[in-house]
């Protein structure tokens, strides 16, 4: 089942206009929840991002946040596996026509749709991913999770066709983030992530590693960070709701650090899923 447009409905049932502007032009914006036992991760923080997303578009949020978490609460409710991603998204609507400037009165699309959510398996944690780097083609408002998916699209195609996981991307030689994750670096015991801003989306999954870094006493600097960083560093991670910590061991085709999985992101990793299981039972309490 999911949620389309006021109505619960089953998957094969659910139809949307072929004018709506989310497939002309990519005009919405989108979100992904993990959700673990029924429990959404940080929803409060989803849904924050989502009111960021729609304001920055100019697009009016049809929902207050209390609705927006009914509804979703309702989505989860009615699967039928316990762990999921809520992948939710809004457009700005079928206006019967294709034209560029705001339709005036048209009601938004609003879809909220949970698959099973999968995380890195064990094995996976342990050997680490590879990824290839290119240059961020993007435009200048990264931090909206916005609809137009096509430099991710063709990022990860080329990530797919090279044998790896994820594409790290520079912007003017310094790192931006992954086409789909944020990523940190780590050189002698320093953790290492650019501050936020215009160039990269805020991650949930990377406020919550700078979070978990600083109350355990990890060293960590949110700086600007250079490709030539990037390239000489002992570990190199992406995070994201769905990968949670996950190492990048080889970029490029050459070794990051000795090649294995370092240290500092089994312990974030470690500190991560603690994180998330005491979120789980207390979720589990409360109901
Ligand atoms: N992507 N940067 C980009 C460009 C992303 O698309 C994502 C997430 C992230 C990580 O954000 P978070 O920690 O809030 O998941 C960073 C989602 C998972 C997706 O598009 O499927």
């Known amino acids: ?106 009601a938004p699309t609003v879809l909220i749709n949970p698959t099973a959510l999968v995380t890195p398996p064990a094995a996976l944690k342990a050997a680490g991913v590879k990824a290839i780097s290119h240059a961020d083609f993007r435009w200048l408002r990264c931090d909206v999770k916005s609809l137009n998916l096509l430099p991710t699209v063709l990022l990860r195609e080329a990530a797919r066709r090279a044998g790896c996981a994820e594409c790290v991307m520079f912007r003017d030689g310094f790192l931006s983030e992954g086409a ?32 978990l870094a600083r109350a355990n006493g990890v060293p960590l600097e949110v700086r600007p960070v250079s490709e030539a960083e990037v390239r000489a560093a002992d570990e190199l991670w992406m995070t994201s709701s769905t ?30 899923q603690d994180f998330k299981n005491q979120v789980m039972r207390a979720g589990k309490e409360q109901a």
């Not at 940190?184 to 999954?205: E, H, Q, W, Y």
């Not at 490029?252 to 470690?270: K, S, T, W, Y």
């Open 1 to 106: 089942m999911l949620y389309l447009n006021g109505q619960f409905m089953r998957r094969e049932d659910a139809k949307v206009s072929a004018l709506d502007r989310g497939c002309l032009f990519g005009d919405g914006v989108y979100e992904v929840i993990p959700v673990y036992s029924r429990n959404p991760f940080r929803l409060d923080e989803h849904l924050s991002r989502l009111e960021a997303s729609l304001a920055a578009i100019g697009l009016d949020n049809p929902h207050p946040r209390a609705e927006w978490a009914r509804l979703v609460r309702e989505a989860i409710r009615l699967q039928d596996f316990d762990d999921q991603s809520v992948y939710l998204h809004v457009t700005r609507g079928d206006a019967g026509e294709r034209d560029f400037p705001f339709p005036q009165g048209v």
């Open 180 to 211: 789909a994750s944020n990523i940190f670096v780590v050189r002698d015991g320093v953790l290492a992530c650019p501050p936020k801003s215009n160039l990269m989306l805020p991650g949930i999954t990377y406020d919550l590693v700078i979070e």
């Open 243 to 272: 990968r949670e910590v996950l190492a990048i061991v080889e970029l490029d085709g050459r070794p990051v650090g000795d090649g294995r999985v370092g240290p500092m992101a089994q312990r974030l990793d470690a500190l991560y």
